[in-house]
Structures are given as structure tokens and as C-alpha cells.
């Protein structure tokens, strides 16, 4: 079953504090877009759907919070807080996408009363979120079909029901194929500098019922020469025109480490995920993140207090080294130039990205 | 300066208890074998020579509270402790080779009265520590020509002074250029789960004030992808007759993203850290380590508490990815059963190892 990570309640958004589990469960309310900021860029929501999601709810509370009595006034409310929530993250393109449409909607409603506009961005926003709950359902169909019997699954970081509106992308792959009756283990890398692999994926995968072993990073590697894995899931954050693919860092590592053993190296994300304003992965803006996460471990130092830290948050793989990538349009192969033209023509609104 | 990690004082064994470090700085004094053995379980003794020193001056320990007055009674109270010293850990061949010599100098002098004997044993284990420190300063000679300046290197665990009678092994080799004026930075992979290059290898690196950066294990690739790196220098716990190398979790995963990215990646090893009686890797038994370990950071617990876990201590990399094995013979290169078969003619005792 789905948690309901982030979702609209008596006009607030409410969302599960992603950083005190497992071992704690505990909402957070946000009616302002300052603490839903703050949210967003210290993780306690996290994971490219649930973020874009997060933008949508955030503009909402803008506009709910604007005076303003005419649309020149409340357009450039709105616009202060689309560009302050959009400064909260730079990777995950699903943000800059969810801003862009909110903002696409409000113009497109400039005729119309303030409060009705404000309706019916709720509306647009709640609409994200059905549409990401069944893209969610529809990637985990066409992806649950490459799961077997007897497999051993590695995923990285969290592509699940905490990422998203629904049950996830990469692992809601395997929640499906769950349901479907397939028999097969999962290996969850920790994911460090913030273990999202070790408290989040372990806990949903556990709640499911499904056969999870946790490993540190740096093992896969060994696990993969032994022939204990044999497909390997992952979600991403922003996918270029060409299949480059940004996710969690450490995600590269393993499709490298996949490439040299010959293990099938899946992405599973949205069309909300896809970037075709760019040509390849070295134009999506890698996020470095304090250097306070690698020095300590939620909040244990364990390492001299003033050594030197690199953090990037994320790593892009190379079209080359993936070899499908799954979305609720289909599966996409090699070469990814080509199909992924196909995708683009099935359901991307380019004009929706202006935030980035 | 190296550090004095274990040494013989007042009749008993003075080690820095490494599981402490960086944070606090304290001395285990062990009179007996049970302290001894728990401080090479627990890792408050770590790395392969400095486990072979331990073992050595544990059969001192033994020697010494053997109450048998001839050499019958007191070989078998020798034995029994030997035995028993071979059983806090499986994979590092140091401690064998250390425990097989001490006994082979007992037995070699079962002539002479008991108290002469123990005393040829404090000699024996002196004359061992003396010898790792030699061999630490000649592989550091032979590795430090490698180093040029603008060099960008990482490593992975602690192969320093911590694991070593003097400046280490894979660090000796960083110790050695910076001392010839060397220009270089290292970035240290964090080495989890129990964070030798986090908390041991900055701090040493720090101390001598060599340029070092910590990352997450799962950063190396993509600092390799972005040409940041350009050496990788690691230690070895055992290298096989084929040059097969079994050294800390995550060490294979390097020297497959090192070759990938046609980075040269050299193991530093004295020769007590080889083992021609096996051929290859395959032969090397992998200590599997506590779930714990894995499950918590330095006590603090980071996922369900139930979850299972997969947590070998080390993994082996395969000669072919070993771009060159440093020793304190001299730097040896492929094909290694070659190369190798010279070392083995230069400096190897084989009778010393019986207790794998």
C-alpha cells in the first residue's frame, strides 16, 4: 500500500517528514511556502515526483496567500514565490516542470476573477498529483513485465511510494510485480550521504512484504562479480534528450559496475522527468549539497570536524549504460536519440519548463 | 610521524583503540590473549600488518603466563593460544604468518629452558614489528616514484600508520612523496560500514598535512568521470600466487571503475601479506561481519531494525585490474604468476603459514 507522502489537507500542505524515518512517522503542515522551502531543501520531501508535486502545492498556498484583487498584482505574487520555491533544488526537473505549468494555468485564467483562479489552481495542482498516482501505476505495468521469477534486484536510493504521489518508479516496478505473485529479492544500497536506501527503501519494501537485504555502497560491486544480482531498478531526476540520466549519486557507479558485469540496467521515471529542452547529461546542473551530510551521519560526526568534503548530490549516467528506460508511455530502448523523439511527441509540454 | 599503534611496554600489548578515533585518542593495555583477540575482532586493531603484530606479541602474552616448566607442556599451552589468536579473523594472512613464525622460533629452540624461550619470543615479535617498520619505509621509497606533482589520488579504508608498526602501506607510499616535496591531493573514500577512511585515513593525512578531501564511497565514479582522479593507491589484506588481491569492501568496485575509466589503480603490500599457497583469489576465505555494522553508524541505528543485511568484510580484485603491486622488493607488474614467482624467490618464508 501507498503512503500518502505529500498531499493537500484543510488548505495546507501536509507531508511526511522524510528525515526522522523509520524510525519515527510524523507529519509536517506547511501553510506557507518558506517552510515548504525549507521542506524541499533539507529532504524532508524528496525524490523528482514528489518535489514537482510539492511546487505545485507551494504555488497554491501562494496564491492562496496573495491580496492582490487584480491578475496584474497576483501574477507577480505568484511569480516572486514560483522563482523562490524553484531556487530550493536545481536537479530534479519534475520542480521547474510543475512550476511552469501552474504558472502556464494561472496565465491561461487571466480573465477570470482572483479567487477563481485560485480554484482552479488547486484544481491543476490535485490534477499533478492524479496524473503522477496513475504514471506511477502505468511505469510499474510495463516495467513489472521484466521482473522473473527467482530474480535478485539491486535498486539505489529511494524510487518508491515516498518519492512520488503513488507507489513509486523504480520500486513501484517491483510493488506490481509483487502483486502480480513473482518471487525475487531486492538488494537496497544504503545510499549514502543520507541513507535514503537504508531508512526509506528497506521500510516500504519490508511494509510490502517483499524479501529486502540491505548492503553498504560499496558492495554492490561484489554482490554483482558473485552472480548475486541480475537487474538492476533505479528512478531518476532529470532525463536529457538523448537518455543521459541524472539520479542519486552512486547511480553511475552502478551502471558502470552493471555495464562490466552484463547486468540489465534499468530507469524507471515519468515524462515529468524528461528534460528535451537539453541535448545530453552534461547540461543538467548537478546540486552540491553541504558538506555537513558526508561529515556526519544523521547528526554523528565521524569524521575530523574541519576535513575537506566533496558532496554532489547527484551523478548523470550515460545513455550507453542503460538499457531500458520505463515510463507510462512505454519502454524506451537504445538509441535513445531516436526514441526518445517518439516519447516526446506522446506527451511532453515543452513550454511547461521555464523555472530551471 | 607515524603514530605508535601497537608496541610491547611494561610486559603487556599498548594499542590506540581505533574504534574511538578521531574523536578521542586512547591507549588499550591487553596482559592477556581474551583482550588481545577481542581487540583484533572488534577492529580497535585494524589492517593486515598491524593484525600480524598483534598476533605476534599474543604468543608472547601466551608465552609468558605458561606456568609449564617443560617445553611438552609448554608448547601445547603455546599451541592452544595460537589457536586461538587465529580465530578473531579469517582473511588478513598477516596473523598467520605472524602466529606460524613465532611458533617455528618456539619450536626451533625447544632445547632451551623455558624462561630462554620466552624471551627469544619477545625478540622474535620485536624483530617482526622492526620489520614491518623497514618494509612500510622501502615500499614507501619504491611507491613515492609514482607520485608527480598535480596528482590526484584516492584511496579507500586506512592503509596508513594505523594499520602498520610505522607510515603505512598505500599512505606510506602519500607520507613518502609529501616528504619529497611532492604536490598532490587525496580524496578519501568514507569506507563504510565502519568508516576506516572517514575517521582513520583523514585524520592521518590531515595530521601530516597532506590535502584530503572525504567523499562517499558511491562518489568515486564520478569523480573518475570528471578526470578529478588520476591514481588510485590501496592497501591488501591478502594477495594470492596470481596477484588476486583480497583488501576491504569496496576495493574491487574501484579497480573496476578505475579501469573503466583507464585509471591506474596499485596495491601496496609488504610480503607478509602474500599467500603462495593459494592460486588464486577464489581461495581467499571473506570474513562476513556483524549485521550491526551495517544496520547502525557508529551506534546510531539507520534502518529497520529487522532488516537483513549482507556485510563481507572484504572482496577480492582480480589481478588483471592491478595495474602493480608495490612491495618492499620492489614494484612487481603483470602477468603477476611471473613477476610474483620472482618476489617469492627474494623474500617469502612459506613454512610460517599454518594457521589459515
Known amino acids: 500500500m501507498p503512503v500518502e507522502t ?10 511526511i517528514d522524510q528525515t526522522l524515518l523509520p524510525h519515527r512517522f510524523k507529519y509536517i503542515i506547511c501553510d506557507d511556502i518558506r517552510t515548504l522551502w525549507k521542506a524541499i531543501r533539507t529532504l524532508q520531501v524528496r525524490g523528482a515526483p514528489a518535489i514537482g508535486i510539492a511546487g505545485a502545492l507551494g504555488v497554491v498556498l501562494a496564491a492562496n496567500s496573495s491580496k492582490a484583487k487584480r491578475f496584474g498584482g497576483f501574477f507577480k505574487d505568484l511569480n516572486r514565490s514560483i522563482k523562490f520555491l524553484a531556487s530550493s533544488r536545481p536537479t530534479a526537473i519534475n520542480l521547474f516542470w510543475a512550476l511552469g505549468r ?14 477563481e483562479i485560485k480554484k482552479i489552481l488547486l484544481k491543476e495542482a490535485l490534477k499533478i498529483i492524479d496524473e503522477d498516482k496513475a504514471s506511477c501505476r502505468r511505469m510499474a505495468r510495463y516495467g513489472a513485465k521484466l521482473v522473473k521469477n527467482g530474480d535478485a534486484i539491486l535498486t539505489h536510493c529511494n524510487a518508491g511510494g515516498l518519492a512520488t504521489a503513488d507507489y513509486g518508479t523504480g520500486l513501484g516496478v517491483l510493488f506490481e510485480a509483487k502483486r502480480r505473485g513473482r518471487h525475487f529479492k531486492v538488494y537496497v544500497d544504503e545510499t549514502r550521504p543520507m541513507l535514503q536506501g537504508a531508512r526509506l527503501t528497506t521500510w516500504e519494501l519490508m511494509h ?3 524479501d529486502a537485504t540491505l548492503i553498504c555502497d560499496n558492495t554492490a560491486a561484489s554482490l554483482m562479480e558473485k552472480g548475486k544480482v541480475n537487474k538492476i531498478f533505479v528512478g531518476a531526476d532529470r532525463v536529457a534528450r538523448n537518455g543521459d540520466t541524472a539520479n542519486k549519486i552512486g547511480t553511475y557507479s552502478l551502471a558502470v559496475l552493471a555495464n562490466h558485469h552484463r547486468i540489465p540496467f534499468y530507469v524507471v521515471a515519468p515524462v515529468s522527468s524528461f528534460d528535451f529542452r537539453i541535448k545530453s547529461g552534461k547540461d543538467i546542473p548537478i546540486e ?19 576535513v575537506k568534503v566533496y558532496n554532489p548530490a547527484f551523478d548523470v549516467t550515460p545513455n550507453e549504460l542503460i538499457t531500458a528506460i520505463i515510463t507510462e508511455k512505454g519502454i524506451f530502448r537504445k538509441p535513445y536519440v531516436l526514441s526518445l ?4 511527441k506522446l506527451g511532453y509540454r515543452d513550454e511547461n519548463k521555464r523555472y530551471r
Not at 505529500?6 to 507531508?15: D, E, G, H, P, Y
Not at 553541504?290 to 565521524?302: F, M, T
Open 6 to 15: 505529500i498531499s493537500w489537507k484543510n488548505k495546507k500542505v501536509r507531508l
Open 102 to 115: 501552474m504558472e502556464c494555468v494561472a496565465k491561461a485564467n487571466n480573465d477570470k476573477p482572483i479567487s
Open 208 to 210: 510490502d512484504g517483499i
Open 288 to 306: 552540491e549539497r553541504d558538506a555537513k551530510e558526508v561529515r556526519s551521519v544523521l547528526g554523528r560526526v565521524i569524521a575530523p570536524k574541519n
Open 341 to 344: 523523439r517518439k516519447l516526446r
